[in-house]
């Protein structure tokens, strides 16, 4: 099972930026697609964007596009959320995803807050 670890959230002011990382505890397989999906408050779970591992193909929801990009480093076995242009509708818990399917639900990490003030 691996073992994902966030870190980067806080408190923005909207029109701010923060970037996310996610670095897993051991190597990951050349197959393996990285993501982040976020929960707000009385909200159900969203996709935010998904990267594969080999091809390095990106895929975003439409509510991101265009202000977040998802990167990988494979060397260090971390993945990371660029957000520019923050909304305070951008505040949720953020979650780090990982796993052979698109979208990637099969590890989850703990979750980093983000916080988006008007």
């Known amino acids: 099972q691996v073992q994902l670890v966030e870190s980067g959230g806080g408190l923005v002011q909207a029109g701010g930026s923060l970037r996310l990382s996610c670095t897993a505890d051991r190597r990951t397989y050349s197959s393996y697609i990285w993501g982040w999906f976020r929960q707000a408050p009385g909200k159900e779970r969203e996709f935010v964007a998904a990267?594969?591992?080999?091809?390095?193909?990106?895929y975003y929801a439409d509510s991101v596009k265009g202000r977040f990009t998802i990167s990988r480093n494979s060397a260090e076995n971390t993945v990371y959320l660029e957000m520019n242009n923050l909304k305070p509708e951008d505040t949720a818990v953020y979650y780090c995803?990982?796993?052979?399917?698109?979208?990637?639900?099969?590890?989850w990490g703990q979750g980093t807050q983000v916080t988006v003030s008007s």
């Open positions: 995803t990982g796993g052979n399917n698109y979208p990637p639900e099969k590890h």
């Open positions: 990267i594969r591992q080999n091809s390095g193909n990106r």
